[in-house]
Each structure stands twice: as C-alpha cells, then as structure tokens.
Nanobody, 126 residues
Framework: VQLVESGGGLVQPGGSLRLSCAASGLTLKNYAIGWFRQAPGKEREGVSCISSNDGMTYYADSVKGRFNISRDNPKSTVYLQMNSLKHEDTAKYYC????????????????????WGQGTQVTVSS
C-alpha cells in the first residue's frame, strides 16, 4: 500500500489549497482515509476523515466550515479542500488509511490507521 500526498505549498492568509492523497496497492472504496497535520513543536492533529461506504465525514473543530474532504474512488484519490486558510494551518499534512469506515471515537487517533503517506507541507504566510 502506498499513499502519496500532493498539493501543498505557500499561500497567503485567506487563500485556498487542495491537497490530494493518491492511493495504490488497495481498493480505495473499501478504505477510510484520514488527514492529519503536524506543525513544528506540536503534536500531530487529526484534521478530517472520510468513510469508505457509510457517507460519514469528520472534521476537527479548528477546520469545520473551512475544509472539505471528498473522495474519487475510480481515481483512487481523496482530496482535502482547504479554504480561508490561517497562519495556524501551517503544518505538514499527511493522509492515512484503514479498512472500513471512520468512527467518531477513533478517527482522530493516529494509531487507528495502518498506512501513512510521507506528507506535504502547507505554509500560510503573507
């Protein structure tokens, strides 16, 4: 299984970016995908999760209303649309996967996921 993130970069506050997580070595429709981020000196934070087949999505309170997660199973890709970006969104963003659906009690816990990508850097700065 391989996950490859892309789409990061430098953006001004208030701007937008769309991150992609391309998955290979698995049938994406059967897997949940989570997005995490980690800033220097801070703990890893669960950002969002999208289930495989129950339609559920979850978001951290810090990104609700600004970020949107979606999936394109034929393209084996999950997206994270990030709008109204803030300085505090600066971090390295990772996608991770586990079989099945996201669950409210576990989706933001990194240990729940089996496979991780290498990450893509997002920097929000003027």
């Amino acid at each position: 299984v391989q996950l490859v993130e892309s789409g990061g970069g430098l953006v001004q506050p208030g701007g937008s970016l769309r991150l992609s997580c391309a998955a290979s070595g698995l049938t994406l429709k059967n897997y949940a995908i989570g997005w995490f981020r980690q800033a220097p000196g801070k703990e890893r934070e669960g950002v969002s999760c999208i289930s495989s087949n129950d339609g559920m999505t979850y978001y951290a309170d810090s990104v609700k209303g600004r970020f949107n997660i979606s999936r394109d199973n034929p393209k084996s890709t999950v997206y994270l649309q990030m709008n109204s970006l803030k300085h505090e969104d600066t971090a390295k963003y990772y996608c991770a996967t586990d079989f099945g659906n996201c669950y409210s009690r576990s989706w933001s816990r990194g240990e729940w996921y089996d496979y991780w990508g290498q990450g893509t850097q997002v920097t929000v700065s003027s």
